[in-house]
């Protein structure tokens, strides 16, 4: 696959401020310009360490967060999104800081879906709701004590 043509470059600006190195490993990883869905892609890293993946994974405040269907590296606050940090109608309170700030703020959190896990089982585990695997199939096995509470 070839570097993208000059008529992508001028309709994707984002593109532009890549190196020729960071464009090589786009196109190793077989990425088009543009696509249509969103996948990240982070190019801080060599070609070997580089990866990809649908959607957003754990960002890192010196990271370069590529995504595919805007062509173009993520900016702060996308970064923050990506983590799973949405501020409703407040975030654009958030455009008074600098997109470095916002990295870092998101590069130095995590996924809040994992968060949220580790919260409830947290919450759940100590109240006696356990899963039993053995007796019951997937909704069934949330039990509390010995009534059944999902199925």
């Known amino acids: 696959m070839a570097h ?14 890549l190196t020729p190195r960071q464009i090589d490993c786009l196109i190793s990883h077989g ?3 543009p696509e249509d869905t969103c996948r990240s892609v982070d190019i801080s890293q060599t070609m070997a360490r580089q990866h990809v993946k649908e959607g ?24 923050i999104q990506m983590q799973s940090m949405h501020f409703g109608n407040n975030h ?3 455009r008074k800081y600098s997109s470095s700030v ?19 089982f947290g919450l759940v585990l100590p109240l006696g709701i356990f899963w039993d695997h053995a007796s019951y ?12 509470v999902g199925g």
């Not at 916002?102 to 409830?120: H, M, P, Q, R």
């Open 4 to 17: 993208p043509p000059k008529d992508v470059y001028e309709h994707y600006p984002g593109l532009q401020s």
């Open 31 to 33: 990425v088009k310009f």
């Open 102 to 120: 916002l990295k870092d703020l998101g590069g130095n959190g995590f996924e809040a879906s994992v968060y949220t896990i580790y919260t409830i």
């Open 137 to 148: 199939g997937l909704w069934e096995g949330l039990v509390w004590g010995k009534k059944i």
């Open 56 to 79: 957003s994974g754990c960002i890192k405040p010196t990271m370069l967060t590529y995504l595919t269907n805007k062509c173009r590296v993520a900016n702060g606050l996308e970064a």
């Open 92 to 94: 654009f309170k958030l």
